[in-house]
């Protein structure tokens, strides 16, 4: 296939050289079987041009090699009856090496089968990393160019309409654009004589040759790329025919045959586990989503009914007046009135609220708070903003510079935590 074959590249190091190596291989054994080709065109000279095939096409080289070879057996036996003996030993020469380079073209190319369905596996694994449909949809048409495929068509099934989504075509971005942009203006229900509509509904590959001559296919798309044949599989996730997948080679390059048809359907069945194992994990994030939802209104509202507890609690338990007023460090805090503005804030503080204001002042987090406390985050959090709504405080840090200030010896009045002997 030449520039056309791209073996995968594989990460263990005997697989990697095969892959490497499998395009080489059969471009030696079609120039080799060319070679021989030339040297029996000579000797048979029946006016046949034997060699005259694609570069890259080691199918129809071993068609040139069996005629060949067929030809030389009909003029061998003619020679043994005549007794031409040089001619004899010519034809047996063609006869051997047109049997050796076909021998060395059916290696090739089960070398090339061999590296594909590796390459299978690898295109596969490629696609675990999407991490949503479209992106799938984005990277499937890359990931089967791993397959030895040059031009390749993703679509999707949307309410039973063949609607195309993405495409690749080595070395022409502009005609994978150009595919894409024909197959969105033309959508086709999956229904009637389309042999898509066969193959999705009986769900398996399909080979379809010389589609410019037939009815049955996608007239505009196939006028784009003009080609001479082409492969396509269903893609199934969860039981229902989600998308297709169409791909071809260049006849330059060999075309496709009935190999690429079931290479396609591995990798399309492949392609629909991975749309379910994307939905899987979509749905699973949602549930997550879902769960974490609950959990923040339950926590919410256990929050909140502890909340009302502790109020309660400390109304009940409440002096009728706290205050910072003055007193001495060996003293026990007393009720005193207010003795400044401040110190009436502070007084509106629930004993509670006061120990997480010091917690504050302390440097400690919410969550630090919560466990010395044995409360939820939720609950301190609340705590929190109750203690900035009633200090007038701006935030965390405002509220703490204010409780630090009252705590400090201003201009002789000694000031002291209200709820800390």
Same mark, same amino acid.
């Given at each position: 296939?030449? %520039?056309?074959?791209?073996?995968?590249?594989?990460?263990?190091?005997?697989?990697?050289?095969?892959? %490497?190596?499998?395009?080489?291989?059969?471009?030696?054994?079609?120039?080799?079987?060319?070679?021989?080709?030339?040297?029996?065109?000579?000797?048979?000279?029946?006016?046949?041009?034997?060699?005259?095939?694609? $570069?890259?096409?080691?199918?129809?080289?071993?068609?040139?090699?069996?005629?060949?070879?067929?030809?030389?057996?009909?003029?061998?036996?003619?020679?043994?009856?005549?007794?031409?003996?040089?001619?004899?030993?010519?034809?047996?020469?063609?006869?051997?090496?047109?049997?050796?380079?076909?021998?060395?073209?059916?290696?090739?190319?089960?070398?090339?089968?061999?590296?594909?369905?590796?390459?299978?596996?690898?295109?596969?694994?490629?696609?675990?990393?999407?991490?949503?449909?479209?992106?799938?949809?984005?990277?499937? &048409?890359?990931?089967?160019?791993?397959?030895?495929?040059?031009?390749?068509?993703?679509?999707?099934?949307?309410?039973?309409?063949?609607?195309?989504?993405?495409?690749?075509?080595?070395?022409?971005?502009?005609?994978?654009?150009?595919?894409?942009?024909?197959?969105?203006?033309? &959508?086709? @229900?999956?229904?009637?004589?389309?042999?898509?509509?066969?193959?999705?509904?009986?769900?398996?590959?399909?080979?379809?040759?010389? @589609?410019?001559?037939?009815?049955?296919?996608?007239?505009?798309?196939?006028?784009?790329?003009?080609?001479?044949?082409?492969?396509?599989?269903?893609?199934?996730?969860?039981?229902?025919?989600?998308?297709?997948?169409?791909?071809?080679?260049?006849?330059?390059?060999?075309?496709?045959?009935?190999?690429?048809?079931?290479?396609?359907?591995?990798?399309?069945?492949?392609?629909?586990?991975?749309?379910?194992?994307?939905?899987?994990?979509?749905?699973?994030?949602?549930?997550?989503?879902?769960? $974490?939802?609950?959990?923040?209104?339950?926590?919410?509202?256990?929050?909140?009914?502890?909340?009302?507890?502790?109020?309660?609690?400390?109304?009940?338990?409440?002096? &009728? $007046?706290?205050?910072?007023?003055?007193?001495?460090?060996?003293?026990?805090?007393?009720?005193?009135?207010?003795?400044?503005?401040?110190?009436?804030?502070?007084?509106?503080?629930?004993?509670?609220?006061?120990?997480?204001?010091?917690?504050?002042?302390?440097?400690?987090?919410?969550?630090?708070?919560?466990? %010395?406390?044995?409360?939820?985050?939720?609950?301190?959090?609340?705590?929190?903003?109750?203690?900035?709504?009633?200090?007038?405080?701006?935030?965390?840090?405002?509220?703490?510079?204010?409780?630090?200030?009252?705590?400090?010896?201003?201009?002789?009045?000694?000031?002291?935590?209200?709820?800390?002997?």
């Amino acid at each position: 296939m030449g %520039s056309g074959v791209h073996a995968p590249v594989l990460d263990d190091g005997s697989d990697s050289d095969m892959a %490497s190596s499998e395009p080489v291989a059969v471009e030696d054994g079609v120039q080799r079987a060319r070679e021989i080709l030339r040297t029996a065109e000579r000797i048979l000279d029946d006016g046949v041009t034997y060699s005259d095939f694609a $570069n890259g096409d080691p199918k129809a080289a071993d068609a040139a090699l069996g005629a060949a070879q067929r030809a030389a057996s009909e003029c061998m036996s003619l020679a043994v009856q005549s007794s031409k003996d040089s001619s004899v030993r010519q034809l047996a020469e063609v006869l051997l090496q047109s049997g050796l380079a076909r021998v060395t073209l059916m290696e090739a190319t089960l070398a090339r089968r061999t590296a594909r369905m590796f390459g299978v596996e690898q295109a596969l694994c490629h696609l675990r990393g999407a991490s949503s449909l479209s992106a799938l949809e984005e990277r499937a &048409p890359v990931e089967a160019h791993r397959l030895g495929f040059t031009r390749i068509l993703f679509s999707r099934i949307d309410k039973g309409v063949w609607i195309a989504r993405t495409a690749y075509t080595e070395g022409e971005e502009q005609l994978a654009r150009t595919l894409v942009q024909v197959g969105i203006a033309n &959508p086709r @229900p999956l229904t009637g004589a389309l042999v898509e509509s066969e193959m999705a509904r009986r769900r398996v590959p399909i080979l379809v040759r010389n @589609p410019q001559s037939s009815s049955r296919v996608h007239a505009e798309m196939v006028a784009v790329v003009g080609t001479k044949g082409y492969v396509a599989a269903p893609v199934v996730s969860w039981g229902k025919v989600v998308g297709l997948l169409h791909a071809d080679r260049q006849a330059e390059l060999g075309g496709v045959d009935e190999f690429d048809r079931d290479l396609i359907g591995m990798f399309a069945a492949g392609v629909g586990v991975a749309f379910e194992r994307n939905a899987l994990f979509r749905r699973l994030r949602f549930m997550r989503s879902m769960f $974490n939802e609950h959990v923040c209104a339950v926590n919410d509202l256990v929050d909140d009914i502890a909340e009302d507890v502790m109020e309660i609690g400390d109304g009940s338990e409440k002096p &009728p $007046n706290r205050s910072l007023g003055a007193h001495s460090s060996g003293q026990n805090f007393r009720e005193t009135p207010a003795a400044y503005p401040e110190d009436a804030l502070f007084a509106s503080l629930t004993p509670r609220e006061c120990e997480v204001l010091r917690s504050l002042a302390s440097g400690k987090t919410n969550a630090q708070i919560a466990s %010395s406390l044995f409360v939820t985050e939720g609950t301190v959090k609340s705590h929190v903003k109750h203690i900035l709504r009633k200090l007038g405080a701006a935030n965390r840090t405002d509220a703490v510079a204010r409780y630090h200030a009252l705590t400090k010896s201003s201009g002789g009045h000694q000031t002291k935590d209200p709820f800390r002997s």
